[in-house]
């Protein structure tokens, strides 16, 4: 099975993961919303643990692991600080930065380098991505489309999410890293996941104890949520093992597209045709890696 077939199931289970968060869990806070996502879906993935051969694991594999978790709830808490005190047009089109900086964190952390087309490929999708924020940018009145890296310099929101999009690229360097020094196994992803879920949980625990009631207040919609979010972690390491880690997340940013799929299918949301350009340079772009 290809890493390009893997990586787009990823992006859908996340889309689709999206989409019935938004559907079912409204009205459920950031930290509740995390618990579903991250503890819960480490809760599921735990049968998987077995099969990860841990029991070699030298000390810098545990050193890796150990920073991982760091950087995921330092990325965590800026995403959801960012999010949650200043507008979306000015904090999430940043997170579409996260394939450019993989290029460099994936040549120094693992010395993988991208071809020319691969280069155009990522600035594609990197670009349709961020056009598919436009309609952010209009509550704010931005005319122009730098208007948004304009802001960035003096908007302490935008720089968080370019911190954690920052943040992001290095862990999936980092964590394709701690992969190399344990014998390979398609169930690392459910032992990272698992690790982060424990301290996801640990950190919404110390920081608003009653967020735990989200686990059954709405069971059904919860478990589909975190069961989407599992496949996507599974698909996600198993993908990023098989390709330069850069391809693979930019090709992984097409969940925006199935998320515009899904909202036009399923929410009625009428904005299909003004989402086509940026929907076919994202399209174009994964053509140029592949090729």
């Known amino acids: 099975m290809s890493w390009l077939f893997i990586t787009l199931i990823?992006?859908?289970?996340?889309?689709?993961?999206?989409?019935?968060?938004?559907?079912?869990l409204q009205g459920y806070s950031a930290r509740e919303l995390v618990l579903i996502r991250f503890s819960l879906s480490g809760l599921l993935l735990l049968p998987l643990l077995p099969q990860v051969p841990l029991a070699d694991a030298p000390a810098a594999f545990w050193q890796w692991m150990a920073l991982l978790v760091l950087l995921e709830l330092a990325?965590?808490?800026?995403?959801m600080k960012a999010i949650r005190d200043y507008p979306l047009a000015l904090t999430l089109p940043y997170l579409s930065f996260t394939p450019v900086f993989a290029i460099l964190t994936g040549w120094l952390l693992l010395g993988e380098q991208v071809s020319a087309n691969g280069l155009g490929g990522i600035a594609l999708?990197?670009?349709?991505?961020?056009?598919?924020?436009?309609h952010l940018f209009d509550r704010l009145r931005l005319r122009t489309l730098f208007s948004p890296l304009l802001a960035m310099f003096h908007n302490p929101g935008s720089l968080m999410m370019l911190?954690?999009?920052?943040?992001?690229?290095?862990?999936?360097s980092?964590?394709?890293?701690?992969?190399q020094f344990i014998p390979p196994s398609s169930a690392f992803g459910a032992f990272y996941f698992v690790?982060?879920?424990t301290a996801a949980l640990l950190l919404v625990l110390t920081t608003q104890p009653r967020a735990i009631s989200a686990l059954w207040r709405r069971p059904l919609?919860?478990?589909?949520?975190?069961?989407?979010?599992?496949?996507?972690?599974v698909t996600h390491f198993i993908a990023v093992s098989l390709v330069e880690a850069a391809y693979m997340v930019a090709v992984k940013r097409t969940s925006l597209l199935f998320g515009i799929l899904i909202g036009a299918w399923w929410f009625k949301e009428a904005n299909?045709?003004?989402?086509l350009p940026a929907a076919l340079l994202m399209v174009l772009g994964v053509a140029f890696i592949i090729i």
């Open 10 to 24: 990823c992006a859908l289970a996340l889309a689709g993961s999206d989409a019935l968060a938004k559907r079912y």
């Open 75 to 79: 990325a965590m808490l800026l995403y």
């Open 125 to 134: 999708i990197t670009l349709g991505a961020w056009l598919l924020n436009l």
């Open 163 to 172: 911190g954690a999009a920052l943040i992001y690229s290095f862990t999936l």
């Open 174 to 179: 980092a964590s394709k890293k701690a992969m």
């Open 195 to 197: 690790l982060v879920g």
């Open 221 to 233: 919609p919860a478990l589909a949520v975190a069961g989407l979010m599992a496949l996507m972690v």
């Open 272 to 275: 299909l045709k003004r989402n």
